[in-house]
């Protein structure tokens, strides 16, 4: 399961403004947790795109299919 928040494949930074508590939890997980805030924020993030494709261009739709 731990390798389930492996990055894998190219990175690039993005800086994002979370609130507050939001910071505080993520932070709090990695530590609990040791899988690395980027890690953490990466699955999250993976997980939200999943779920909301309806945000997504109607082209991004048909790239993600290939």
Do not use: W
Request: with cysteine.
């Amino acid at each position: 399961m731990r390798d389930d928040y492996k990055i894998n494949g190219p990175v690039s930074k993005l800086e994002v403004e979370v609130e507050k508590a939001v910071a505080e939890k993520l932070l709090a997980m990695e530590k609990f947790s040791k899988i690395s805030c980027a890690e953490l924020t990466n699955t999250a993030l993976k997980r939200f795109i999943s779920s909301h494709k309806d945000f997504l261009p109607a082209q991004n739709e048909e790239k993600s299919r290939k």
